[in-house]
C-alpha cells in the first residue's frame, strides 16, 4: 500500500517568512496530492492539492510542487501571519488505492509574531 | 459548496452506553463517506469507508460490531459507538466525496469529540 512520510514534525518561524514542508510518497500510481489544514478542536480543510499532471500550483501565498521523479511533494506558504499556525497534513491518493488518500503524519506550524 | 456538518459536536457518555453520531453533506450528495478516529497530535486513522446503500468497508483492526456504520442516504451517514468505553473517547471525523466530483475531492466534516466517562 501507499505510505507517505512527511517533515518536519514541527516548524517554527516567524510572522513574514516562508515555510516549507515536504512530504514523499511511495506508490507511483499515486497521483492526487492534497494538503489539508487542521485547527485546534476542528476537522482538516482542503487548502490546496495537486494533479500528477502538473508540477506547480498557486493560491495566492500557498503553493504547491511536485516531483513525480523522485515522488515528493510540498507545501510553500510565504508571508506567514499567525493565522496560520495550524496542522498540516499532506495525503497521496490513486488508483491502487481506491483513491481513498494516506495522510501524513502532520506538521504543526507555529508563527510567532 | 461542498459542506459537510457534524452532529453532535461534543459528547460526553457514560461507560456502557451507546453513542450515535451523524455526518451530513449539506450542498451535494455524497456517493462515498469516510469516518476517522483521530488521537491528540496524531494524524487521522481511516475506521471504515461506506457507499450508499452498502455495507460500509472496515479496516484491519477495527470492530465492525462495535462502530456501526449506516449510510442510508447520499447526504446522511451515522456512526454508533455500541457500549463505550474510556478508551474509545476520541475525536470523530467523517469526510464525503461525490462521484459526481471525481475520485478526487474529500470534504471534511468539523468533528465530533467523544468523552466516555
Known amino acids: 500500500g501507499e505510505n507517505v512520510e512527511q517533515h518536519p514534525s514541527t516548524l517554527s518561524v516567524q510572522e513574514g517568512d516562508s515555510a516549507v514542508i515536504k512530504c514523499t510518497y511511495s506508490?507511483?500510481?499515486?497521483?492526487?496530492f492534497p494538503w489539508y489544514k487542521q485547527e485546534l478542536g476542528k476537522g482538516p480543510q482542503l487548502i490546496i492539492d495537486?494533479?500528477?499532471?502538473?508540477g506547480e500550483k498557486k493560491d495566492q501565498r500557498i503553493a504547491v510542487t511536485l516531483n513525480k521523479t523522485a515522488k515528493h511533494f510540498s507545501l510553500h506558504i510565504t508571508e506567514t501571519q499567525p493565522e496560520d499556525s495550524a496542522v498540516y497534513f499532506c495525503?497521496?491518493?490513486?488508483?491502487?488505492?481506491?483513491?481513498?488518500?494516506?495522510f501524513g503524519r502532520g506538521t504543526s506550524l507555529i508563527v510567532h509574531p | 459548496g461542498a459542506v459537510v456538518s457534524q452532529h453532535p459536536s461534543w459528547v460526553i457518555c457514560k461507560s456502557g452506553t451507546s453513542v450515535k453520531i451523524e455526518c451530513r453533506s449539506l450542498?451535494?450528495?455524497?456517493?462515498?463517506m469516510f469516518w476517522y478516529r483521530q488521537f491528540p497530535k496524531q494524524s487521522l486513522m481511516l475506521m471504515a469507508t461506506?457507499?450508499?446503500?452498502?455495507?460500509?468497508?472496515?479496516e484491519q483492526g477495527v470492530e465492525k460490531d462495535k462502530f456501526l456504520i449506516n449510510h442510508a442516504s447520499l447526504t446522511l451517514s451515522t456512526l454508533t459507538v455500541t457500549s463505550a468505553h474510556p478508551e474509545d473517547s476520541s475525536f470523530y471525523i467523517c469526510?464525503?466525496?461525490?462521484?459526481?466530483?471525481?475520485?478526487?475531492?474529500?470534504?471534511f466534516g468539523p468533528g465530533t469529540r467523544l468523552t466516555v466517562t
Open positions: 469526510s464525503a466525496r461525490s462521484l459526481g466530483q471525481g475520485p478526487y475531492e474529500q470534504y
Open positions: 506508490d507511483s500510481a499515486s497521483n492526487y
Open positions: 495537486i494533479r500528477s499532471n502538473v
Open positions: 495525503a497521496a491518493s490513486g488508483p491502487g488505492g481506491s483513491y481513498i488518500p494516506t
Open positions: 450542498d451535494f450528495q455524497a456517493t462515498t
Open positions: 461506506s457507499n450508499e446503500g452498502s455495507k460500509a468497508t472496515y
